[in-house]
């Protein structure tokens, strides 16, 4: 993150907060990292107000939708014959056919950075959102629910001072634009066919042989002889089929009966003048995850266990 500051206040001095928006995974909730993110306004000039993850268990977010249209542009890259085995093909990979749109990428080796301080912070695993304040950081399991619980800066184990020793260089590229992308409306194809021709085909499929098919409304019994046909206007019965109807039609009929029949009923709606009980209204945030502590088997259950599967 301070890599990244730096090149961004190098290349937009009026820059001077930040917003950052992860993924939801484990490995980018470093405590570390968090705790040291009030630091980097002092090498950096910019100040990092809010970090805020994705949402649990909420399907793919924007960081997602973006990692899935790079990795499709490398396995194109790989589908052209080339191999993605290290990070500098990688890379390549990325910036090929003039790269992604709104990515930059940087390679950077961390085989000579000194281990960090480990810090610990009990419950950063269940933090979604956070807010730097002067004084402390307010931190929040979902979005805007409750007033958030303050850490104060004192109760932090970050560390004094950032080492920043990256030496790798962002690709060129700048902020694109954001918008909305709106599909446009396919064209109707007009026929291109005179109207004389258009008549003509008509014609010729009315004049087209077809079996004698009777001449009652409804009726959907048809013939191979002229003479069955006579035959089933003397003596048979039609076979009537009702008309199909689609649901518009049949909305449309429901609306007029009701117009008709139902125009002086007014529906009354009854309402509940029991109370609530105190005890069914669930106070705020009553959804949010319980973290459970692991217990160990006591002695009596290891030897029950021993003695059951020995």
Not at 50 to 59: A, E, K, L, Y
Not at 187 to 203: A, F, R
Not at 207 to 233: M, N
């Amino acid at each position: 993150m301070e890599h990244i500051l730096c090149n961004l206040s190098n290349e937009h001095p009026e820059i001077t907060t930040a917003y950052f928006r992860q993924d939801n995974a484990g490995c980018y909730k470093s405590a570390a990292m968090l705790a040291a993110c009030p630091l980097m306004q002092k090498t950096t000039s910019i100040n990092v107000r809010r970090v805020d993850f994705s949402d649990p268990q909420g399907g793919k977010g924007s960081c997602d939708r973006k990692a899935a249209t790079i990795k499709a542009h490398v396995r194109r890259f790989v589908n052209e014959g080339h191999d993605v085995l290290t990070a500098d093909d990688f890379r390549d990979a990325i910036l090929s056919n003039n790269g992604v749109r709104g990515v930059r990428v940087a390679v950077v080796n961390c085989e000579f950075l000194a281990p960090a301080q480990p810090v610990k912070w009990e419950g950063v695993s269940s933090i979604n959102n956070l807010s730097y304040q002067v004084t402390g950081v307010t931190v929040w399991k979902a979005y805007d629910v409750g007033k958030g619980k303050t850490i104060l800066r004192t109760q932090l184990q970050a560390p004094s001072t950032l080492q920043n020793q990256f030496n790798g260089s962002f690709s060129d590229g700048d902020f694109v634009d954001i918008c909305a992308s709106t599909r446009s409306a396919p064209e109707l194809k007009t026929s291109t066919i005179p109207l004389h021709h258009q008549v003509n085909d008509t014609s010729t499929e009315e004049q087209t042989p077809k079996l004698f098919t009777c001449p009652v409304d409804g009726c959907v019994k048809c013939f191979q002889q002229y003479g069955s046909l006579e035959i089933h206007l003397q003596y048979g019965s039609c076979k009537l089929v009702p008309e199909r109807e689609n649901l518009f039609d049949k909305a449309k009929i429901c609306y007029r009966d009701k117009l008709l029949h139902d125009r002086g009923i007014h529906p009354v709606l009854t309402s509940s003048t029991l109370p609530l009980p105190v005890g069914d209204i669930k106070p705020k945030g009553w959804a949010l995850k319980v973290t459970k502590k692991a217990t160990r088997f006591n002695e009596k259950q290891k030897s029950t266990s021993k003695k059951s599967f020995s």
